[in-house]
């Protein structure tokens, strides 16, 4: 069972955060609330949560500038937003999760769940901090860094790295030019949403590609990677692949 504290500045936010969690949510047992980021700070210490929800826009100091005050911390924390693209973008690509307000039941249990299950890996997540701080200083999302947890530990990799993702049921498979490939407990489709801004291109349902890394397209409906590869293209994806890879 887990201890969890809730820091937002509004209190009718924590309010329906905490009903949900002591309603439907029955792995997290202890539950404290604290109105703004002094008084959350003040409570981590106090209480030492095993997860933090966190809001990331308070008035005088923001979540991140809160995490950036403590030396260090050993509890998991789950971001809570009204919308920040941006922001939302360099958590995602930082391997952290975030809940959008108003926040949904099952987003909530899924994020609490995805935490107990990668709870050693989380619990050692200030490399993914650090990289999220990184991200939001980035002038533009090209120059983003892609944190992958896994079971050893969370690896970090500049876009232009990665040649391509294959999906393994649940898990995604991450093969690189030069290093071991890398398996992340993450579907292929949500790498497929958060990189196809990025020059990545998703051929089948179980293959994304890096573009830069693809040398042409072959006529029998398959991608040859500069590796050597050959990766067969889907019927339905393939006129709209040889588009992009053309262009």
């Given at each position: 069972?887990?201890?969890?504290?809730?820091?937002d500045?509004?209190?009718?936010?924590?309010?329906?955060l905490?009903?949900?969690i002591?309603?439907?949510?029955?792995q997290i047992?202890?539950?404290?609330?604290?109105?703004?980021?002094?008084?959350?700070?003040e409570?981590?210490?106090?209480?030492?949560?095993?997860?933090?929800?966190?809001?990331?826009?308070?008035?005088?100091?923001?979540?991140?500038?809160?995490?950036?005050?403590?030396?260090?911390?050993?509890?998991?924390?789950?971001?809570?937003t009204?919308?920040?693209?941006y922001?939302?973008?360099?958590?995602?690509?930082?391997?952290?999760d975030?809940l959008?307000?108003?926040?949904d039941?099952?987003?909530?249990?899924t994020?609490?769940?995805?935490?107990?299950a990668?709870?050693?890996?989380?619990?050692?997540?200030?490399s993914?901090?650090?990289n999220?701080?990184?991200?939001?200083?980035?002038?533009?999302?090209?120059e983003f860094?892609?944190?992958?947890?896994?079971?050893?530990?969370?690896?970090?990799?500049?876009?232009?790295?990665?040649?391509?993702?294959?999906?393994?049921?649940?898990?995604?498979?991450f093969?690189?030019?030069?290093?071991?490939?890398?398996?992340?407990?993450?579907?292929?489709k949500?790498?497929?949403?958060l990189?196809?801004?990025h020059?990545?291109?998703r051929?089948?349902?179980?293959?994304?590609?890096?573009?830069?890394?693809?040398?042409?397209?072959l006529?029998?409906?398959?991608?040859?990677?500069?590796?050597?590869?050959?990766?067969?293209?889907?019927?339905?994806r393939?006129?709209?692949?040889?588009?992009?890879?053309?262009?």
């Open positions: 069972m887990l201890s969890a504290l809730i820091v500045d509004e209190a009718p936010a924590i309010s329906y905490q009903g949900l002591e309603r439907r949510v029955p047992s202890v539950l404290h609330t604290a109105v703004g980021a002094k008084a959350g700070l409570a981590i210490a106090t209480h030492q949560p095993d997860l933090l929800f966190l809001d990331i826009e308070m008035p005088h100091m923001t979540g991140f500038e809160l995490l950036a005050a403590l030396e260090s911390w050993d509890f998991g924390i789950i971001y809570t009204a919308f920040d693209e922001a939302i973008k360099a958590i995602k690509f930082s391997a952290l975030y959008l307000k108003p926040i039941l099952e987003e909530l249990k994020a609490v769940a995805r935490f107990i990668q709870k050693s890996v989380i619990l050692k997540q200030n993914m901090y650090k999220l701080l990184r991200n939001l200083a980035a002038k533009d999302e090209s860094r892609l944190a992958l947890p896994t079971r050893t530990g969370v690896y970090l990799f500049d876009l232009h790295e990665i040649v391509r993702v294959e999906s393994d049921a649940n898990y995604s498979q093969y690189f030019e030069k290093k071991p490939k890398i398996l992340v407990a993450r579907t292929l949500e790498y497929a949403e990189l196809a801004d020059g990545f291109i051929i089948h349902k179980s293959h994304l590609v890096n573009k830069s890394h693809v040398a042409s397209y006529a029998e409906g398959k991608v040859l990677m500069r590796s050597g590869h050959e990766i067969e293209v889907s019927r339905r393939r006129q709209e692949v040889r588009r992009v890879i053309n262009n």
